[in-house]
């Protein structure tokens, strides 16, 4: 492939940008400077430099954040940050987008990619990816709360009542639920409408990846990493 457009499609700006950034002789390949934009590159195993900066070239790019709390999942936030302030800026430009979202005070992991098929098959309601949440309660659990959840209860807007997979209490006040739905405000609202409400909420788990295990070990909140051929093994082993 050629430079200019390589670099162009993994996120360094415009054609023109990327020629010029080339021609400054800020890129470097495999070790050393080229200054050719038109030089065909062999994308293979390819490592490169942009203005000092280390990258992999990546033809679809995977990512796992640890979403903090006070982020919204949108390009155009309303009233925070945006999630995608957490990542490089090259990532953003090649358009990666989150699959679903987490509500802004929702903290845990939330992934992203610029591969569509990828976001559709792992959002699609049909393919029931299970998610694990950690809330903790405004109120002390009622012995009934885990059977409702369990047994499913009814959302304005559905259907059918809505059940949890699982669903146990880790504390008085500290619910931990496997759900593969992806609806807006989910948890909260299955939880309003078994009677108690959520005061904050965390996703640990998304598919076999879970936060602080595996490839996520060491994750710290508001870092990401890349999710690599095994990772995303992992991610579908459920
Ligand atoms: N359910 C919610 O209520 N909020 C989230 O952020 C995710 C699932």
Redesign the pocket.
């Given at each position: 492939m050629k430079l200019d457009r390589l670099l162009q499609a993994q996120g360094f700006g415009s054609r023109r940008q990327c020629r010029q950034l080339v021609e400054l002789g800020e890129v470097r390949v495999r070790g050393d400077v080229v200054d050719d934009p038109d030089a065909a590159i062999d994308t293979a195993g390819l490592t490169y430099e942009v203005a000092g900066e280390a990258w992999i070239y990546r033809e679809k790019t995977y990512l796992a954040l640890f979403k903090p709390a006070g982020f919204e999942c949108s390009h155009e936030p309303k009233h925070h940050r945006s999630v995608y302030s957490l990542l490089p800026h090259p990532l953003v430009v090649r358009n990666v987008q989150s699959v679903g979202?987490?509500?802004v005070d929702?903290t845990g992991l939330l992934l992203f990619s610029d591969d569509g098929a990828f976001i559709h098959t792992l959002s699609s309601p049909k393919k029931h990816v299970p998610k694990i949440?950690r809330a903790e309660l405004a109120e002390p659990a009622a012995d009934t709360l885990v059977p409702r959840l369990l047994a499913g209860v009814d959302l304005i807007d559905e259907p059918r009542p809505v059940a949890a997979l699982d669903a146990c209490l880790r504390g008085p006040t500290t619910l931990e639920m496997r759900l593969d739905l992806?609806k807006y405000?989910?948890?909260?609202?299955m939880i309003a409408a078994a009677g108690n409400h959520?005061q904050t909420?965390h996703?640990s788990g998304f598919g076999g990846l879970s936060l602080g295990e595996g490839p996520l070990a060491g994750l710290a909140e508001g870092q990401f990493i890349y999710l690599d051929a095994d990772a995303l093994r992992q991610l579908r082993a459920v």
């Open positions: 979202r987490l509500d929702t949440y992806g405000h989910v948890v909260k609202r959520v909420l996703r």
